[in-house]
């Protein structure tokens, strides 16, 4: 896959555009603190709930260009990988990167305010694991409640549930220490002022970001019996629950 260099681009409003979809690879490992440490996290460990024969199924919510489903098939060829994204030119991406992977792979349209809806796939309770990397941060709250009852409903007893989300420092006050250290982070990586600001003003109203606490709680309420936290840099941060 060609690599492409963010130039800080942000269209007035934040969309999953053909420009974001072709600087993405160089987007994320520049915006997101240790993306390839959180990355092979979500892999190493979501590998540990996919059984390894033909019958496993891995749902990917927000599949993007497919890079979470491209590091589980590194692992595990065995299972059959469903992704699911809205944005048309992630879509277009990641369809013909797996075009050839047609027996293991399949990559469908929807809309997660939808919830799962059963098209191209989808089977109630069949999922051995259910990822979802930056993805539920960009759906309304309003609709966050009902995809995760769904996906708990999607996990097979005993699989599991993977996140990662942009999330909320418990206080104004260290909320707003860790965006300092974060937007410093950004400038180390070769952001502009400008660029960052402009980032931030596209995202409002899109990224709404809650509290670590509030996405365990959430978590738990729909079922997952296991909660935890495996992975966090300030205000980003990775959550399993197990079924």
């Known amino acids: 896959m060609t690599n492409h260099v963010d130039t800080g681009y942000a269209p007035g409003r934040w969309a999953f555009d053909d420009e974001v979809t072709r600087v993405f690879d160089d987007m994320l490992r520049r915006s997101i603190p240790q993306y390839l440490v959180m990355r092979d996290a979500v892999t190493s460990l979501g590998s540990r709930f996919i059984p390894k024969d033909k019958h496993s199924m891995v749902l990917d919510l927000g599949t993007s260009r497919g890079d979470q489903i491209a590091a589980f098939l590194e692992l595990d060829r065995d299972a059959f990988y469903l992704g699911m994204e809205i944005s048309e030119p992630m ?33 109630r309770g069949g999922m051995s694991l259910v990822t979802a990397v930056l ?101 980003f941060a990775g959550f399993i629950g197990v079924k």
């Open 91 to 123: 879509l277009v991406a990641a369809t013909e990167r797996f075009f050839d992977l047609e027996d293991t792979v399949a990559i469908m349209r929807q809309d997660l305010r939808e919830g799962l809806d059963g098209r191209g796939g989808y089977h």
């Open 135 to 235: 993805t539920l941060m960009f759906i309304p709250v309003e609709f966050r409640q009902r995809l995760l009852e769904e996906i708990y409903d999607a996990v097979l007893p005993g699989g599991a549930f993977i996140m990662v989300e942009k999330i909320l420092g418990a206080g104004s006050v260290i909320d707003g220490a860790m965006v300092e250290e974060y937007s410093d982070y950004k400038g180390i990586t070769g952001y502009s002022a400008d660029d960052i600001q402009r980032k931030r003003l596209a995202l409002e109203g899109v990224l709404i970001p809650s509290l670590a606490s509030s996405h365990m709680e959430n978590l738990r309420s729909v079922g997952f019996r296991q909660v935890d936290c495996f992975w966090r840099w300030m205000n």
